[in-house]
């Protein structure tokens, strides 16, 4: 039903029969699903589908999970998967009171990771000395972004990245999460803005807890016979 690939040892994360249970009822439903490394997946649904939930469960910090997840063939949180694993929460998760650098170096030394030169690929070099409260809310979230790619994370977990972001700045980070990917990440990004699907190598679409389909945007297209991806998901849950 969902186009999705068999189990695969290469996977970087696996769900099988996972269900989660948030404030007495169910906010995931049975799913199964799993995506690999060195590909953009892109995780897609209105607000309340699941999706933060879904990241939560492959980040260890999700309770009442029932079912198996497999990340990087671990048990999600494990010790082997936090130093391998990095997280963009949908809402801003730096110091305000710390500089953009200063923020940058504490993850690094949590994680026990390099630098490098996260803070020129999200275009924040010029902002490194500026405290985190004086930025604009774009500008957080970049400083969230480079604390996630600290030591060149294996798995990256990107809940809803480009919110709020202008198109410019939009289109440079799709273009930053193709080339993580072809480095040999994996990586997973949640939006709830459809059009943005056309950068993704495969998309795994959410309606109340459940995966409507998984595939390709251009699978997407052909199967519903429509280029305009907004409609082609309503055309999936509204079958005519």
Known sequence: MTGRPGPSRDDAVRFEQVTVERG????????????????????????GSGKSTLIRAIAGVQLRVRGAVTVLGERPGSMAVRRELGYMTQSPSVYEDLTVAENVRYFAAIRGGEIGDVLERVQLSSHANQLVRNLSGGQRARVSLAAALVGRPR???????????????????????????????????????????????????????????????????????????DEAFIR????R
């Open 155 to 229: 798995l990256l977990l990107l809940d809803e990245p480009t919110v709020g972001l202008d198109p410019l700045l939009r289109r440079d980070l799709w273009r930053l999460f193709g080339e993580l990917a072809a480095e040999g990440s994996a990586l997973l990004v949640s939006s709830h803005v459809l059009d943005e699907a056309r950068h993704c190598d495969e998309v795994i679409l959410l309606r109340d807890g459940r995966i409507v389909a998984q595939l390709s945007p251009a699978e997407l297209s052909v199967r519903t016979g429509t280029e305009d991806l």
């Open 24 to 47: 007495g009822r169910a906010v995931l439903h049975d799913v199964d699903t799993s995506f690999a490394a060195g590909r953009v997946t892109g995780l897609f649904g209105p607000s």
């Open 236 to 239: 999936l849950i509204e079958p």
